[in-house]
């Protein structure tokens, strides 16, 4: 394969490297605060250039550099999630971070590198390198979790979730090393041959190194037990910042879980699907029945998402091309539901209103449109037809079901029910409740309505037309089971 | 492809309802003008489909068909037969009258119609889906505008619990159910959730035993069986007026509507193991329904738990299985949707000329509005069973059924009867009759609207009672092979 060739394949990865320089660097020559208004803008370009050569890229496939890099149209999935993702955030952060920090360009070049770790984590197909792109993600979160400096809460947010990631590399590390001890080989595809070829005594050491990479993944998803960082860094961190750590992060942490199970310990099948079925019903049941008690709304959607995560862990605990569908469309329509419901938060904190689910109260009547929005994303997020989530819902049942799991759907459809008591109680507090002050929540800006518009297209379209994005993921999870 | 009249009576209220978003909301006239004219539209085109269907050729007429997500086989699939055309001719009367009885509601007009109008489509959608996914696209959308009806608008006391209650209960009846109806779709192996096509599919028996279950009593939440009713009086005494007729009129024919589509229809032999079983809950709703309702003081209670008694009678007359039995117990629905809508009207308008529902604080209503009560007394006969009322000829007809296949349940649903005549006598004479009490003497009579509603909905029980062939024909049209499936 010829340089360029390879170059073309890391295109998006690439055009991320250059963005991220280029805010940096015109954050140090501009010196004008009106030049710097632009930087998100150069940002918002950069991830729109990254985009577009995913889109170019669609379809081919090659594995470069010895095994560790593998260019699919499954990582490019994630990549696009990532990216879009990203975009809203940019988009979001802009008035947000105005009056809150001197830093804005490093601020908007840290997101760019997170998310360059996000694209580098769906490629990647070797332990190291797996470690490797984790960290550069979890390193640049945790700058961006503390980015308030003023602010207490945002640098105890900041700390624990940097204390809590810290142990968990190192749980993971040592998984790692388990996995390398037992077969001689970082790379996936050469572990499970290893594996493949060894005698049965070998077998036993599976499961704890199975357990200790699940302490790295599981921290990055937010599953059940290493979730407690999350209620706490999604209440301190910047909410722009929350909105990114709760969707960029988490798809990363799937497509690694997916990447190690299905690549790598494809003998450890039955096992699997027992460990992930468990925890997912935990994640999805403590997420739900914890978050019921929060009143702040920041937290209330770090247990929402926790138990988010277990819906969309169900998609892993079976066997099919449809398990693997089910979670990919599932996890774009929690992107869009979940954003546009941080993005309400952002333009209603720009209003100068609080954080907590209290202060809602009465929006139907200050500002109809923002209450109709964020009844939509709420309800999406609960699975109420005919928002996206409740497809991506209805396809996680289904691809449980076809693996005959009754009890975990059982308890998964009855958590939708318990979740949708939470929501409502955002619901209730915007349209049944009186206002408590009059006046609308102050327009947003355009950047912002922009955002808001865009998830609500997502919300809307995946609901009633998901087949094209349905078809295009089905058609990426065929080739990469079979390959 | 032909004229797609159930597309647009299902949608026709949707439409409304996103040119109200689109009002401003001071608007008050224009925003009720354009839920009037919606509604009328949905129900212009629901009498025409009524009488436009081909009783001779009989099954589903007025078919459409469109690919939805072909990946798990769904499909946009609507289609109507002699079951579901009373319920969508009922849902069309009831949400036009809803509307109009509605037409003081000054209170944020613009959510409130908006709201209701996404509220019927989804009962519409429901009757006319015959693809089990876009039965629970439906039916969930009905369920969730409900909420913020009954806690947006609802009686100040009680909105929020009953609004909260309701929405969990009826939710948890419908993801249980839901849980069958995946599983159907992996059973039958033919990859569709159309509902004709299951029914094609024999289901073993071991399957239909495990799986009826969950299903018909995910729906009979909905319907008010017991003991899953108490949702159900709660939310029709905390809801305003509309939503109280749309919520017993036609809200609960849903559920009922659902376990005999889903339920019965699909795996009959699941039905014949456990409708022997259910119809002992069928006659605790009738006679425990009656009961409670004769012990109510609150007005609007003694309404509500009226409709669980007779919601009674449409289960029971389900699980007789016999052509007269469901004939008899879709009849019900369309009665007791007309019926109850009727009371809740009634209820409504005292409640908004007197400020109580406490009935010993009310008495000589007839005086000053004799139109009214007039109008419930009809209502109050079909509601006891008279000959010549459309209740008659429902209850007889599941009374008759009943008395095929379970003789003892027939004679204990006896009861009911008999306490349901106590009720309504005691409510009415306390209520309309007696000496007036002094402050209810500036009190006056209904508008030229509300006598409109009330005017419509007693006619329609007249003439269903005189004359019931003209839904009984199409009904049993629909029955009929239904009840061959299920021997």
Known sequence: MTLSQILALLAPELVLVMAGLVVLGLDLVWREEKKKEWLPYVALAGLVGALAAMVALWGQEAVLFGGIFTADVFALLFKVIAVVSTGLVVLSAIEFMRGRTPYRGEFYSLLIFATLGICFIASSTDLIMIYLTIELLSITSYILTGYSREDPKSNEAAIKYFLYGAVASAAMLYGMSLLYGATGSTNLSQIAIALGQADASLQGIILPAVIFLLAGFGFKIGAVPFHQWAPDAYEGAPTPVTAFLSVGPKAAGFIVLVRVFFVALPSFQPERIILISVISAITMTLGNLVAIWQKNIKRMLAYSSIAQAGYILLGMAVTSNLGMTSMVFYLMTYLFANLGAFIIIIIFSNGGGGDSVEDYAGLSQRSPGLALAMLLFLLSLAGIPPLAGFIGKFYLFTAIMEDGLLWLMVVAVLNSVISLYYYLEVVRQMYILPPKVEEPVPAASRALSGALIMAMIGVLLLGLYPTPLIELIEAAARAFLSG | ?487
């Not at chain 2, 009953?162 to 039958?188: D, N, R």
């Not at chain 2, 259910?278 to 738990?305: C, E, H, P, R």
């Open chain 2, 1 to 487: 492809m032909s004229f797609p009249f159930l597309s647009i009576i299902v949608f026709s209220p949707i439409v409304g309802a996103l040119i109200i978003t689109a009002l401003p909301k001071e608007k008050h006239s224009a925003i009720k003008t354009v839920a009037l004219v919606s509604a009328f539209i949905s129900m212009l085109l629901s009498i025409y489909v009524f009488f436009g269907y081909d009783q001779a050729a009989g099954g589903m007429q007025f078919e459409e068909q469109m690919q939805w997500i072909p990946s798990l086989g769904i499909s946009y699939h609507l289609g109507t037969d002699g079951i579901s055309l009373p319920l969508l001719l009922l849902t069309g009367v009831i949400i036009f009258c809803g509307v109009l009885i509605s037409w003081t509601q000054d209170d944020r007009p613009k959510e409130f119609f908006a709201f209701l109008l996404v509220l019927v489509a989804g009962v519409f959608g429901v009757f006319v889906s015959l693809d089990l996914f876009l039965l629970f696209v439906f039916y969930e959308l009905a369920v969730l505008p409900m909420y913020l009806l009954i806690g947006g608008w609802g009686w100040p006391v009680t909105r929020e619990y009953a609004a909260m209650k309701l929405t969990l209960y009826l939710l948890v009846g419908s993801v249980i159910a839901l849980v069958g109806v995946i599983a159907i779709y992996f059973e039958a192996g033919i990859g569709t959730f159309d509902i004709m096509r299951l029914a094609e599919v024999g289901f073993d028996t071991g399957f239909q035993y495990a799986f009826f279950l969950p299903i018909f009593v995910g729906f009979a939440v909905l319907a008010g069986l017991w003991p899953f009713h108490t949702w159900s009086p709660d939310g029709h005494v905390a809801a305003p007026t509309a939503v109280s007729m749309l919520h017993a009129g036609v809200l609960m024919k849903m559920g009922a509507y659902g376990a005999l589509r889903v339920g019965m229809f699909i795996l009959p032999v699941g039905a014949q193991k456990w409708l022997p079983w259910i119809v002992v809950l069928t006659v605790v709703n009738v006679v425990y329904g009656s009961m409670v309702a004769f012990a109510q003081k609150d007005f609007k209670y003694v309404i509500g738990y009226s409709s669980v008694s007779h919601m009674g009678y449409v289960a029971m007359g389900l699980t007789t299985m016999t052509v007269v039995g469901i004939s008899g117990a879709s009849l019900q629905m369309f009665s007791h949707g007309i019926m109850t809508g009727l009371f809740f009207a009634v209820v409504g308008l005292i409640y908004r000329q007197t400020h109580t529902r406490q009935i010993p604080e009310l008495g000589g209503l007839a005086r000053k509005m004799p139109f009214v009560a007039v109008a419930f007394i009809i209502g109050g006969m079909a509601s006891m069973g008279m000959p010549g009322l459309s209740g008659f000829v429902a209850e007889f007809q599941v009374l008759a059924g009943t008395w095929q296949t379970y003789p003892v349940i027939a004679a204990i649903s006896l009861i009911g009867i008999v306490i349901t005549a106590a009720y309504i006598m005691k409510v009415s004479y306390k209520v309309f009759f007696g000496p007036l009490k002094a402050e209810h003497e500036g009190i006056s009579a209904a508008s030229v609207i509300e006598k409109f509603v009330l005017f419509i909905m007693a006619a329609l029980l007249i003439v269903v009672g005189l004359y019931p062939s003209i839904l009984l024909n199409v009904i049993n049209t629909g029955v009929v092979p239904l009840v061959m499936r299920l021997r």
